[in-house]
């Protein structure tokens, strides 16, 4: 999926990142939270530029990065990620 979207809507786009943190969640399933956070950073960084500081997929990748921060036992970094979700 991720290579046909890259290659029909590019790598600026929401779908895009929402297929990033989709794969971050799986990951994250895996145990390997450090690809999981890669991934959600990822996707992050383009709904930043593509979607409005509200929409609820950036307040869900912030979700998604603090409970791989929790998992990781850094609990500061989550409590970040969850704070920035609720914003």
């Excluded at 890259?6 to 794969?23: F, R, W």
């Excluded at 950073?41 to 929409?55: F, M, V, Y």
């Amino acid at each position: 999926a991720l290579q046909i979207q890259l290659a029909t809507l590019g790598e600026q786009h929401a779908d895009t990142a929402t297929t990033y943190c989709n794969m971050g969640s799986t990951y994250h399933s895996k145990g390997d939270y450090s690809k999981a956070l890669q991934l959600c950073g990822k996707a992050l960084k383009i709904q930043l530029e593509t979607l409005d500081e509200q929409h609820p997929n950036i307040a869900a990748t912030y979700n998604n990065m603090g409970r791989a921060y929790n998992r990781r036992r850094e609990y500061d970094k989550a409590l970040q990620m969850y704070e920035k979700a609720l914003q």
